[in-house]
T-cell receptor, first 116, second 114 residues
Framework: SAVISQKPSRDICQRGTSLTIQCQVD?????MFWYRQQPGQSLTLIAT?????????ESGFVIDKFPISRPNLTFSTLTVSNMSPEDSSIYLC?????????????FGAGSRLTVL | AQKITQTQPGMFVQEKEAVTLDCTYD???????LFWYKQPSSGEMIFLIY??????QNATEGRYSLNFQKARKSANLVISASQLGDSAMYFC???????????FGKGTMLLVSP
């Protein structure tokens, strides 16, 4: 299965700053997905990142707050802008690949952000 | 409405016993897929098992099996012979036809004791 590397693995950020999370995949993939997991909560899809086009955002998430880049088929970034403590979460990058008869989502190890 | 529900916030089991984690879903679409993921305290999401809505047999992967009851709209995960390393958060997830992404339930925390 695909190997996904995310950086940073964790960070402590100050309110009002922005942080960019990088996601590198060891194979070319069409779609990459960014999820957020707030403390003690489930995963919520932020957006789908397609190479060569604008990301598609889910309800409640906007490009100004979570700009995404997808410069090629193996790489994407998610920026969390103007952070507040409510943005403290794990942010996970994922890709879909065929396995066991289904298109399975494979996840990176996540980026754990704490905003003070 | 399309929805996925895990009603057990936490479950406790002794080592070597079997445990069932519940998952129910709501959809009117005939085509969908059901997934289970494990999230240890380190945070990564590990794919465990998949069941397609048209699959006749219940899925099994090693110690994991999926008790799929289509009429009841349930897809419970059964872990046999629990091990200490099974202690983690478990998420049920669903993909509806025409969608590339997964929608996750709230998760169940499983603690396995010696």
């Amino acid at each position: 299965s695909a190997v996904i590397s995310q950086k940073p693995s964790r960070d402590i950020c100050q309110r009002g700053t922005s942080l960019t999370i990088q996601c590198q995949v060891d194979s070319q993939v069409t779609m990459m997905f960014w999820y957020r997991q707030q403390p003690g909560q489930s995963l919520t899809l932020i957006a789908t990142a397609n190479q060569g086009s604008e990301a598609t955002y889910e309800s409640g998430f906007v490009i100004d707050k979570f700009p995404i880049s997808r410069p090629n088929l193996t790489f994407s970034t998610l920026t969390v802008s103007n952070m507040s403590p409510e943005d403290s979460s794990i942010y996970l990058c994922s890709v879909g690949e065929q396995g066991l008869g289904a298109n399975v989502l494979t996840f990176g190890a996540g980026s754990r952000l704490t905003v003070l | 409405a399309q929805k996925i529900t895990q009603t057990q916030p936490g479950m406790f089991v002794q080592e070597k016993e079997a445990v069932t984690l519940d998952c129910t879903y709501d959809t009117s679409d005939p085509s969908y897929g059901l997934f289970w993921y494990k999230q240890p305290s380190s945070g990564e999401m590990i794919f465990l098992i998949y069941q397609g809505s048209y699959d006749q047999q219940n899925a099994t992967e090693g110690r994991y099996s999926l008790n799929f009851q289509k009429a009841r709209k349930s897809a419970n995960l059964v872990i046999s012979a629990s091990q200490l390393g099974d202690s983690a958060m478990y998420f049920c997830a669903m993909r509806w036809a025409g969608y590339s992404t997964l929608t996750f339930g709230k998760g169940t925390m499983l603690l396995v004791s010696p």
